[in-house]
């Protein structure tokens, strides 16, 4: 094996499924529904996925929008307490079918959360039957894994489409710069933040 060569083709592969997202209606409505919340953002996947709808809460938390994520097997013994109605669900599953994020969004509907947005790509997705809005990954999506079984592409989607959402509601909302500093105050964009507002 040709190691370098092996590897610009994995980055290629993971390129080439981000460039073929395509970005339908359903992108503006689930930004829309996130920008009119009046409560917070769940965010929810397992695995992989999981990951993905974590990283989207800490970038949603620090960007003015108030969101959390919960793990969805731990929904159903309780963490499901954190959510009202007014909350907005994000739930991750490529397959759709992962039976912990389905079980939690049909258990959010007993509490009254019929705000939901799903991130999946099989046509067969379980989650297109309990969300809303329904941001499609693409149904050919392929893997650069030569097991065809490691998600690399696919993950790269989600990070794609999840940081799409919330840099496009950053600037739906106008945030600015001094508000970012003030929700993240340490580290490196920390110190550049307090810069701006000393100068």
Same mark, same amino acid.
């Given at each position: 094996?040709d190691?370098k060569? +092996?590897?610009?083709?994995?980055i290629r592969k /993971?390129?080439?499924?981000v460039a073929a997202?395509?970005v339908t209606?359903?992108f503006? *409505?689930?930004?829309e529904c996130l920008?009119d919340c009046?409560?917070?953002?769940a965010?929810?996947?397992i695995?992989?996925?999981?990951f993905?709808?974590? %990283?989207l809460?800490?970038?949603?938390s620090s960007t003015g929008t108030p969101?959390v994520?919960?793990?969805?097997?731990e929904?159903g013994h309780?963490?499901l307490g954190? !959510?009202?109605?007014?909350? $907005?669900i994000?739930?991750?599953?490529?397959?759709?079918?992962?039976?912990e994020v389905?079980?939690?969004? %049909?258990?959010s509907e007993?509490l009254?959360?019929r =705000?939901?947005?799903?991130?999946?790509s099989?046509?067969?997705s379980?989650?297109r039957?309990? $969300?809303?809005i329904? !941001?499609d990954?693409?149904?050919?999506?392929? *893997?650069? $894994?030569p097991? +065809?079984l490691?998600p690399?592409?696919?993950?790269?989607?989600?990070h794609?489409?999840s940081d799409?959402v919330? !840099?496009?509601?950053? /600037?739906? =909302?106008?945030?600015?710069r001094? /508000?970012?500093g003030k929700?993240?105050?340490?580290?490196? !964009?920390?110190?550049?933040?307090?810069n701006d507002q000393a100068s």
């Amino acid at each position: 094996m040709d190691i370098k060569t +092996n590897m610009m083709t994995i980055i290629r592969k /993971e390129a080439e499924a981000v460039a073929a997202i395509r970005v339908t209606d359903a992108f503006v *409505e689930a930004v829309e529904c996130l920008r009119d919340c009046t409560g917070k953002v769940a965010t929810t996947g397992i695995g992989k996925a999981g990951f993905i709808a974590h %990283k989207l809460a800490a970038t949603l938390s620090s960007t003015g929008t108030p969101a959390v994520y919960i793990h969805p097997a731990e929904a159903g013994h309780g963490d499901l307490g954190l !959510l009202t109605p007014d909350d $907005c669900i994000v739930a991750f599953s490529t397959s759709g079918k992962s039976n912990e994020v389905v079980d939690m969004l %049909k258990i959010s509907e007993q509490l009254g959360i019929r =705000k939901a947005i799903g991130v999946t790509s099989h046509v067969d997705s379980r989650l297109r039957d309990y $969300c809303q809005i329904i !941001l499609d990954m693409g149904p050919d999506i392929e *893997e650069p $894994c030569p097991l +065809n079984l490691t998600p690399s592409a696919t993950i790269a989607v989600m990070h794609a489409i999840s940081d799409a959402v919330a !840099l496009t509601l950053l /600037e739906l =909302k106008g945030f600015t710069r001094e /508000e970012y500093g003030k929700r993240h105050h340490r580290g490196y !964009l920390g110190s550049i933040t307090r810069n701006d507002q000393a100068s």
